[in-house]
């Protein structure tokens, strides 16, 4: 069921110039590889409009933008200081899940402006992916049952829904990547702790889980929904599964798990064109101010 709503706080973000730009072939085919600032702690990516990606930074949730024809970027907004995961792109503006600072951001995708900012909850939260449909961009928490939903027009209040059915939230890191199915009325989300994905009423909240023939989707992160093809980026693991889903997207079938020895330890995908890109958290590495990030396109 729904909770009480909660009204969203207008935020102005800063510009900020800078970054390093890597690779790219100069001849208007999108780079296999981009680098991405030193100690930048990317975990988020959204692409377009056009050729270009955003990169979120955990750590401060600052904004970097890339030209894919090029590697070259830079900076476009320094963050509030808190993370910026999950996002995605709609026209010129950019959806964004506030991990621990429990709240989603609207930025402006060519001045770095934050247009609107909610905040989702006061409980310790953990807002970490997004996925946007023709009303509403939905955010999931990895530490509480809920799913937030904020007006995709920027215009009215956030509202949070109670999960309930067949997933259980535990320890550790729970509802993870999101997707819509056509239409908009149930959504996908991965369970990273238990490996588990679940179709969920995007009006009821209740979640059923998906049958994957005994296959787990351990360190689900970030989701990718091409058609029936599920694509699920399993970080720690170094793999992209693939999922072909039945009709109705109550079954599953793994048909291939993707690697590439340059992962290291990738949370989410985008497509642009015939290249799926992931940023590396390198999570195994510990995050000082030099060390070194990128993100990794594939051929798909």
């Known amino acids: 069921m729904w909770s009480r709503l909660i ?29 991405l600032p030193d100690g930048f702690q990317p975990e988020g990516i959204a692409t377009g409009p056009g050729p270009v990606a955003f990169f979120g ?27 910026s ?31 609107t900012s909610y905040a989702l909850t006061r409980k310790p939260s ?3 992916d997004v996925v946007l449909t023709r009303s509403g961009a939905w955010f999931t928490d990895s530490t509480n049952p809920v799913l937030y939903r904020v ?46 994905l679940f179709k969920v ?17 351990a360190n689900g992160d970030g989701l990718l929904l091409e058609g029936r093809t599920l694509y699920t980026v399993q970080n720690r693991l170094n793999v992209v599964a693939v999922v072909r889903l039945n009709g109705h997207a109550t079954e599953g079938r793994v048909v291939e798990r993707l690697t590439d020895p340059r992962f290291d330890v990738p949370t989410t995908v985008a497509r642009f064109g015939p290249t799926l890109y992931l940023p590396n958290a390198r999570f195994n590495t510990p995050p000082t101010p030099s060390t070194h990030y990128d993100a990794i396109g594939i051929h798909r």
């Open 7 to 35: 009204v969203p706080a207008l935020a102005v973000g800063l510009l900020v110039p800078g970054g390093s730009a890597h690779g790219g072939t100069g001849h208007g085919r999108p780079v296999d590889r981009m680098g």
């Open 57 to 83: 930074s955990r750590a401060t949730g600052a904004i970097y933008r890339a030209d894919l024809r090029t590697g070259k970027g830079k900076v476009i907004s320094a963050g509030p200081g808190t993370p």
């Open 85 to 115: 995961l999950g996002m995605k792109t709609r026209g010129h503006r950019l959806f964004v899940a506030g991990g621990t600072g429990g709240d989603a951001r609207v930025v402006d995708t060519r001045s770095g402006r934050v247009l």
């Open 126 to 128: 953990f807002v970490n």
């Open 151 to 196: 007006p995709i027009d920027g215009r009215g209040r956030a509202k949070t829904l109670a999960l309930s059915g067949d997933i259980e939230f535990g320890d550790g890191i729970n509802a993870n990547g999101i997707v819509a199915l056509p239409g908009g009325r149930s959504l996908l989300v991965v369970q990273s702790n238990t490996g588990k």
């Open 201 to 217: 009423d995007a009006g009821s909240g209740v979640a059923e889980e998906v049958d994957l023939r005994g296959e787990s989707l």
